[in-house]
């Protein structure tokens, strides 16, 4: 199942603002959208944002996400070290009735 | 509190089987997917298979991957989730997560810890 494509790594400086991309298809991302996670070293994942772009209760103002198209977009702005992480997106794919995971983003914060 | 415990995990060797549980608290378990999503060692995360609530029939869906090997079921009576993996292969050595979806937008609300599955002989 080929899953959305996502660059493997993103290095920002801090208070600077990074934007991390997940591109799927129709069938996916352009179906209803990509949720986001965020998973630090040796833990689990932590929702980010829901596919619709609503942020759960306790996730920063400083995360935003959006999508056009068949691409979605994590948005951070003024970088802090908690949020050196791993990113991922995912998306049910109406086509396959399988959920598709992008290969994860590592973000560094210089 | 919504808490997610997964158990069950292990040394197996190929072509073995395992029996992998999520007890869950805090939430009316009825009334929510449950997933099972992996990750094998440093690498990213994949998803392996569902469990649709009692509103949707209990159907399942799973990865190409383990479609064939690999089971979910649930217990509602019990608030558990589970995931029988037969005909282990060394690639299904992972971390196993189960997550609980949200119902409106179905996507992984909350996770587990996860539980160490090692396929090796």
Known sequence: Q?????????????????????????????????????????????LLFYRNNNRPSGISERFSASRSGNTASLTITGLQ?????????????????VVVFGGGTKLTVL | ???????????????????????????TFSDHYMDWVRQAPGKGLEWVGRSRNKAHSYTTEYAASVKGRFSVSRDDSKNSVYLQMNSLKIEDTAVYYCARLGNDPKDFQHWGQGTLVTVSS
């Open chain 1, 2 to 46: 080929a899953g959305l494509t996502q660059p493997p790594s993103v290095s920002k400086d801090l208070r600077q603002t990074a934007t991390l991309t997940c591109t799927g298809n129709s069938n996916n991302v352009g179906y209803q959208g990509a949720a986001w996670l965020q998973q630090h070293q040796g833990q689990p994942p932590k």
């Open chain 1, 81 to 97: 070290p908690e949020d050196e992480a791993d990113y991922y997106c995912s998306a049910w794919d109406n086509s396959l009735s």
């Open chain 2, 1 to 27: 509190e919504v808490q997610l415990v997964e158990s069950g995990g292990g040394l197996v060797q190929p072509g073995g089987s395992l029996r992998l549980s999520c007890a869950t608290s805090g939430f």
